[in-house]
């Protein structure tokens, strides 16, 4: 059951991936589309991760095909090394790097933000339960 889950959340993110990327495309040679999706992917997979571990618990199977199905064909460590070297072979080595640490940092923030949203979401709801309990 497992790998049907990854499999149907793979299909689903890789899907969307594409659409992303045709939709948003580049900026001035400067592969956006990809940094876009790798941030937004890094935080709702912190803020899933968090949120379903603390507030809402769902079945290991469901966080499987979500997680690593959905976002991990949604986002792509493999484009994202394409795209770098694109811009260092053509030239562009300032952007080549502000690629890298636009991709790297913003990833690691984002996912950051995620944790601490859904960290506080869960103290939220339980805070909001001990009013109605009380």
Same mark, same amino acid.
Do not use: K
């Given at each position: 059951?497992?790998?049907?889950?990854? &499999?149907?959340?793979?299909?689903?993110?890789?899907?969307?991936?594409?659409?992303?990327?045709?939709?948003?495309?580049?900026?001035?040679?400067?592969?956006?589309?990809?940094?876009?999706?790798?941030?937004? !992917?890094?935080?709702?997979?912190?803020?899933?991760?968090?949120?379903?571990? %603390?507030?809402?618990?769902?079945?290991?199977?469901?966080?499987?095909?979500?997680?690593?199905?959905?976002?991990?064909?949604?986002?792509?460590?493999?484009?994202?090394?394409?795209d770098f070297w694109k811009l260092w072979q053509s030239g562009e080595w300032l952007m080549a790097a502000g690629y890298i640490l636009l991709s790297?940092?913003?990833?690691?923030?984002?996912?950051?933000? !995620?944790?601490?949203?859904?960290?506080?979401?869960?103290?939220?709801?339980?805070?909001? %339960?001990?009013? %109605?309990? &009380?």
């Open positions: 059951m497992n790998y049907l889950a990854v &499999a149907a959340g793979g299909v689903a993110g890789a899907c969307l991936r594409f659409f992303v990327t045709e939709w948003m495309g580049t900026l001035r040679g400067f592969p956006i589309a990809t940094v876009v999706i790798n941030i937004v !992917g890094s935080f709702f997979l912190a803020w899933f991760y968090t949120i379903t571990l %603390e507030r809402f618990p769902v079945h290991p199977t469901i966080r499987l095909g979500i997680g690593t199905g959905l976002v991990g064909a949604f986002t792509t460590f493999s484009t994202f090394t394409v790297v940092i913003g990833g690691i923030g984002a996912a950051l933000l !995620g944790y601490a949203t859904a960290t506080r979401q869960s103290r939220l709801a339980v805070s909001d %339960e001990a009013h %109605e309990e &009380a």
